[in-house]
């Protein structure tokens, strides 16, 4: 099982940015896809960003123009770069992926976004 540890949350204030860190601790040249998402109080955990080991990417309509996700792996990490943070950003947002069939995700790391 891949485990994985998100940094890099914080408090910002609204048009802020924040740059996300998700390290593994197995190689993730062969990993099909790494994603994050978020989970706000009293929501569902919602799929921010999707990144293949191609490199494409996929994009939630409510962060597409702001957020950047990418991986390095060489680094064995991903990353979610946030710009133009809006409060309804706030949430929890976890790293996520899945090797063998079987789900792994991070502890998450909290982003707080102030009006």
């Known amino acids: 099982q891949v485990q994985l540890v998100e940094s890099g949350g914080g408090l910002v204030q609204a048009g802020g940015s924040l740059r996300l860190s998700c390290a593994a601790s197995v190689s993730i040249f062969s990993i099909r896809a790494m994603d994050w998402y978020r989970q706000a109080p009293g929501k569902q955990r919602e799929l921010v960003a999707r990144?293949?080991?191609?490199?494409?990417?996929n994009y939630a309509d409510s962060v597409k123009g702001r957020f950047t996700i990418s991986r390095d792996n060489a680094k064995k990490s991903a990353f979610l770069q946030m710009n133009s943070l809006k409060p309804e950003d706030t949430g929890v947002y976890y790293c996520h992926t899945v090797v063998g069939g079987f789900d792994s995700w991070g502890q998450g790391t909290q982003v707080t976004v102030s009006s």
């Open positions: 990144i293949s080991n191609s490199g494409s990417t």
